[in-house]
């Protein structure tokens, strides 16, 4: 920023500068605004499958899909079964409620772990998966479309959908290398 200001007085465009930083603030305000609003919006959607039961069936239909990955956890496992909210939140868009599971899944993996000081390899695909996060619905990605006036903001819909299933296979095989070099 200071080399920009900087620029800006050799430049002779201090004004135009001076005006975005004052003019910045605001926008960053109304911006914050519609992506907290959309957040609201897809944390009540998540309360509402919570309350008719969707959440925890599609719980029990990702904890059939990623069990092999983690097979040393029972299948009602309390580890396993907030590994699967997190994924499904993370698949929403909704990092803020994905983080409370995916905290509470480490910590359920620690409890089951022998040595408490050392990452297990359910806890490294875990972080893995999760940091690759599959997204369905981009809700972040199409607010920032929006407020930037984006002629079809839901476009990115198939792109993010194609790319984080190929980031999270990739991160999986990569894991499953990995596991498979370190025990020969």
């Not at 907290?36 to 309350?51: A, N, T, V």
């Not at 092999?68 to 580890?79: C, E, I, V, W, Y």
């Not at 476009?155 to 070099?181: E, H, N, Q, Y």
Request: with cysteine; net charge positive; glycine share 4%.
């Amino acid at each position: 920023m200071i080399i920009g200001i900087i620029y800006s007085v050799f430049t002779n465009r201090y004004e135009d500068v001076s005006n975005s930083i004052l003019k910045s603030p605001v926008s960053s305000f109304y911006l914050f605004i519609e992506l907290y609003s959309l957040l609201i919006f897809w944390g009540g959607i998540l309360e509402i499958m919570k309350d008719n039961g969707l959440l925890k069936a599609l719980s029990k239909l990702i904890i059939k899909i990623i069990h092999p990955l983690f097979k040393r956890l029972d299948k009602d496992s309390l580890a396993l079964q907030y590994i699967s909210m997190n994924i499904i939140a993370n698949m929403l868009s909704m990092g803020s409620a994905a983080t409370p599971f995916g905290l509470k899944a480490m910590k359920e993996l620690q409890n089951n772990s022998i040595n408490k000081e050392e990452a297990t390899p359910e806890m490294i695909t875990f972080l893995l998966i999760n940091t690759s996060g599959v997204c369905l619905i981009p809700t972040t990605i199409i607010g920032l479309r929006t407020s930037f006036n984006s002629a079809n903001p839901v476009a990115i819909i198939p792109l993010m959908i194609v790319i984080s299933l190929i980031v999270t296979s990739c991160a999986i095989i990569l894991d499953l290398g990995v596991r498979k070099f370190a025990r020969n």
